[in-house]
């Protein structure tokens, strides 16, 4: 079963606008990471954030940690029509299993020009 | 860098037929990735190898899925004898699992249509 759980599955916004997509997960995670993937592409990294910290930037995004609530958030400030794409949140555990991630379902974002 | 290449990139076969796809890793990269990507069960990791060594393939949904990693720089699964039910987008993903990330390193992907 997956890992974590993306909300919402689905989003869609003007361009401009700032999209949030929220993730949850179940175990404890040595890191979580936000991976995008454009219409018949692979996924591509987008930020790693580490459990002992709760908030990252990396230009227009915006990744919080909560690991009492087992949750993560990504932002997308200032939103355009190419950041339409699946987003998908990952977790890695650490320890035997450090290089493996656990991937949710996604959130569909749809950003119109 | 080349960045992570798989063959095929589209693959229509029909049921009961042998399908091996195949996987290049990034060069340095020790721990190679598969998954499974589709609609109904999302991204779903099949198997992973450590240094060519299979770790974890629990994800592997039954017997006639195999994956094999001779060498650091070439994997495959192999699907024998396919099924309708095989159809879907296969991913390989390397990475170097270290101290400070263990962010992965996806293909493009095999898409794989079984009649």
């Known amino acids: 079963s997956q890992q974590g759980e993306e909300d919402p599955q689905a989003l869609s916004i003007q361009e401009g606008e700032n999209a949030t997509m929220n993730c949850s997960y179940k175990?404890?995670?040595?890191?979580l990471q936000w991976y995008r993937q454009n219409s018949g592409r692979g996924l591509v990294h987008l930020i790693l954030?580490?459990?002992?910290?709760r908030e990252k930037h990396s230009g227009r995004l915006r990744v919080t940690l909560d690991t009492s609530k087992k949750s993560s958030s990504l932002l997308i400030t200032a939103s355009r029509a190419a950041d339409t794409a699946s987003y998908f949140c990952?977790?890695?555990?650490?320890?035997?299993?450090?290089?493996?991630?656990?991937f949710g379902q996604g959130t569909i974002l749809t950003v119109h020009p | 860098d080349a960045g992570v290449i798989q063959s095929p990139r589209h693959e229509v076969t029909e049921m009961g037929q042998e399908v091996t796809l195949r996987c290049k890793p990034i060069?340095?990269?020790?721990?190679l990735f598969w998954y499974r990507q589709t609609m109904m069960r999302g991204l779903e990791l099949l198997i992973y190898?450590?240094?060519?060594?299979?770790?974890?393939d629990s994800g592997m949904p039954e017997d006639r899925f195999s994956a094999k990693m001779p060498n650091a720089s070439f994997s495959t699964l192999k699907i024998q004898p396919s099924e309708p039910r095989d159809s879907a987008v296969y991913f390989c993903?390397?990475?170097?699992?270290?101290?400070?990330?263990?962010?992965?390193?996806f293909g493009p992907g095999t898409r794989l249509t079984v009649l």
């Open positions: 993903a390397s990475s170097l699992p270290g101290l400070a990330s263990n962010e992965q390193f």
């Open positions: 175990t404890s995670i040595n890191n």
């Open positions: 954030i580490r459990s002992n910290e």
């Open positions: 990952a977790t890695g555990a650490g320890g035997t299993s450090y290089g493996k991630l656990t």
């Open positions: 060069s340095g990269h020790n721990s």
């Open positions: 190898f450590n240094n060519n060594v299979p770790i974890d």
